[in-house]
């Protein structure tokens, strides 16, 4: 758990923000702050989920993706940036491949490696620096967790993303992934090797 105190919207804010993993019973605001995501400009290129198929969702399937990405869970962590209010201010959730499967978009995995997913910090909160805090916790689980690596997946079209990747320091690799529902787009693998 990080305590992040950063400049917000103004030079002089001092508004305090704790990083830490989720807990299975706050399953009802990851929903909330992943519809929020889904509503957000960027979210057709940012998420494989559209909202209307998120909030079509039982709260049964928001109380398993809570339980299994929460404190103590070993295949994902969620990571939230928390204000002073409880307000959750962004999100990052980390998921472990293990080599000689196979992930989300038919190709092998190679090494046991993370990879980064639902990533969002709400618009107010976004160039103060939460992002990379949210990063920097989520990379340490991985590491902890023997990964050999961390990838993402981001969109061919999303500069904006890519070029945050690229400051943290993940690499684009040259592999492409196809988008099954939008066939004539498509996006591209980054990773950073373990430090």
């Known amino acids: 758990m990080l305590d992040y105190r950063g400049p917000m919207s103004s030079p002089d804010s001092d508004e305090k923000f704790m990083v830490r993993a989720i807990r299975a019973a706050e399953w009802p605001a990851m929903k909330a702050l992943r519809l929020l995501a889904l509503q957000d400009p960027m979210a057709p290129l940012a998420f494989l989920e559209t909202y209307d198929e998120a909030v079509a969702r039982p709260d049964s399937f928001w109380q398993d993706r809570a339980t299994n990405a ?6 994902a962590q969620t990571f939230i940036a928390e204000g002073p209010d409880g307000e959750w201010a962004g999100t990052v959730t980390m998921l472990l491949e293990r080599a000689g499967t196979t992930d989300w978009a038919g190709f092998p995995v190679e090494r046991r490696q993370g990879h980064v997913v639902g990533v969002y910090v709400r618009p107010e909160h976004r160039g103060c620096g939460l992002t990379e805090v949210l990063f ?4 340490q689980w991985a590491w902890n967790a023997d990964a050999e690596r961390v990838r993402l997946i ?12 690229r400051r ?8 492409t992934v196809p988008l099954s529902s939008r066939p004539d787009e498509i996006e591209l693998e980054y990773v950073l090797e373990r430090p």
Do not use: C
Not at 70 to 75: D, F, K, Q, R
Not at 154 to 165: C, I, L, P, S, W
């Open 70 to 75: 929460a404190v103590g869970a070993t295949e």
């Open 168 to 175: 943290v320091g993940f690499v684009p690799t040259g592999r």
């Open 154 to 165: 981001v969109h061919e079209d999303n500069g904006r993303a890519q070029r945050f990747y």
């Open 136 to 139: 920097d916790e989520a990379l």
